[in-house]
């Protein structure tokens, strides 16, 4: 299978970036094909562009600023998102990598009739989401409602895609975290990723 590792961080010695590779270096060890698409080392622009929110609701939408990463994310079976959460959200770049990629003709398509979003992402089997956030588990849990988990699961994947199996992989209260802590997650995401 085809893997695209979608790697949101500034920095190259973050531990995103090393999260990153061990998806990537598992992945190739179990025979894989793998993408990484490094968005901030790619200079990823996430503006939607005034030709792309013109062309939402049209005939064709405007592709002509991303077809590099439209193409990129059609040839694979599945997607691996890395990725720190602020403020209980993605990255902006990251964000507006699904804003200008997961779009009309690509990831789902308008409905005219009943303004429902049909799905048209149907090689994509697999959409993960490994992330780190500063928060214990309690407060992104109980007192945030995992808004990360329900808006990748509910509100991005499952409008691409039907046939998908969709996990997110977190560690939480990062800011506090011990090199063991870390050692153990990476262990973790291993794991999961040679199961695949």
């Known amino acids: 299978m085809k893997f695209l590792i979608v ?23 179990s025979g894989h094909s793998v993408d990484l698409m490094d ?21 064709r939408y405007d592709l002509s600023d991303i077809e590099p990463y439209v193409a990129r994310l059609r040839a694979v079976d599945g997607i691996i998102l890395v990725f720190p959460q602020w403020w209980f959200n993605l990255p902006a770049i990251l964000k507006g990598f699904i804003d200008r990629v997961f779009v009309p ?9 009943g303004g429902r ?7 994509v089997r697999y959409f993960w989401a490994i992330t780190t956030t500063g928060s214990p588990w309690w407060i992104v ?20 895609s039907k046939k998908l199996d969709f996990r997110m992989l977190s560690l939480h209260n990062m800011d506090q975290s011990t090199p063991g802590k870390r050692t153990a997650f990476l262990e ?7 199961g695949l």
């Open 141 to 160: 849990h109980f007192h945030m409602g995992n808004p990360m988990k329900r808006i990748l699961k509910r509100g991005v994947a499952a409008f691409c």
């Open 39 to 59: 968005l901030y080392a790619e200079n990823f622009d996430p503006r939607l562009t005034a030709a792309e929110r013109g062309s939402y609701f049209a005939d």
């Open 7 to 29: 790697l949101a961080h500034p920095l190259k010695e973050s531990f995103a970036a090393s999260i990153a590779k061990t998806v990537c270096d598992t992945l190739s060890g």
């Open 117 to 123: 979003l049909v799905p048209k992402l149907d090689n």
């Open 188 to 194: 973790k995401v291993r794991r999961a990723i040679g």
């Open 105 to 113: 003709g690509v990831a789902f398509q308008n409905d005219p009739v």
